[in-house]
């Protein structure tokens, strides 16, 4: 399998990504703390289900065997990263939060590392 990135790591609690992730989602949980009561089953469930569905599939994709498996899982973290970052515009335009700056940039990070982690999976072995 490709995957310098990966090549060290025996967990995916060790992947840097996993754990930019994780930050992610500790801070919508702290965030979302905030929202108003009757967003407690709209906005506030749906942004935390998923910013913890980013970190899950990468947990699950760590294990999975076959680069098509992996390569899937986080694909489908990259679509729930980008679901949040909806969830963040929304949240700001609504004056839920005052501030979107530093969970952007927190997201934009995992952006990027999502896609080295994913172009390193896909890269032949080398020699």
Same mark, same amino acid.
Do not use: M
């Given at each position: 399998m490709g995957g310098r990135m990966r090549e060290n790591a025996t967990s995916? !609690?060790?992947?840097?990504?996993? &754990?930019k992730a994780h930050s992610f989602v500790l801070d919508v949980y702290r965030i979302t703390k905030n929202f108003p009561?009757? !967003?407690?089953?709209?906005?506030? &469930?749906q942004f935390r289900?998923?910013?913890?569905?980013?970190?899950?599939?990468?947990?699950?994709?760590?294990?999975?065997?076959?680069v098509n498996d992996?390569?899937?899982f986080f694909n489908i973290a990259e679509g729930s990263l980008e679901e949040c970052r909806y969830y963040l515009l929304l949240a700001r335009d609504l004056s839920y939060l005052s501030t979107i700056e530093n969970l952007w940039l927190l997201s934009t990070e995992v952006r990027k590392l999502l896609l080295a982690y994913r172009k390193a999976i896909l890269a032949p072995e080398k020699p």
């Open positions: 995916f !609690e060790q992947l840097i990504v996993w &754990q009561d009757d !967003e407690r089953f709209g906005l506030t &469930q289900r998923a910013a913890v569905s980013i970190a899950a599939n990468i947990a699950e994709g760590f294990r999975k065997r076959t992996k390569v899937r």
